[in-house]
Nanobody, 122 residues
Framework: QVHLVESGGGLVQPGGSLRLSCTAS????????MGWYRQAPEKQRELVAA???????AYGDSVKGRFTVSRDSGKDAVYLQMNGLKPEDTAVYYC????????????????WGQGTQVTVSP
């Protein structure tokens, strides 16, 4: 069983920056993807950014060029550097570990963190 602990959320003004951190404990596949989803009130959870165990990254369209995902595989940790924050980035951010499944091929979340609130407001 995988346990994820997130930190780094908070209140920031538009244009500001935050860095989220997430550390995983427990056993999971060597072929994996760690990353971040977010959910704003009355909206569906959406992918923010993720990075595979081989270093390939994926970003949601709305954060490209502003957010950067990275990981420390030795620590089973993933980070999200958020720059140029906008009010529409306000949401609960969830860390996840995903494993590759087949038919159809996709990354499937196997664990979620408890979520950390990010609020962007003047």
């Amino acid at each position: 069983q995988v346990h994820l602990v997130e930190s780094g959320g908070g209140l920031v003004q538009p244009g500001g920056s935050l860095r989220l951190s997430c550390t995983a404990s427990g056993s999971f596949s060597n072929i994996n993807r760690m990353g971040w989803y977010r959910q704003a009130p009355e909206k569906q959870r959406e992918l923010v950014a993720a990075i595979t165990s081989m270093g390939a990254t994926a970003y949601g369209d709305s954060v490209k060029g502003r957010f950067t995902v990275s990981r420390d595989s030795g620590k089973d940790a993933v980070y999200l550097q958020m720059n140029g924050l906008k009010p529409e980035d306000t949401a609960v951010y969830y860390c996840t570990v995903e494993e590759l499944v087949w038919e159809p091929t996709r990354w499937q979340p196997t664990a979620w963190g408890q979520g950390t609130q990010v609020t962007v407001s003047p």
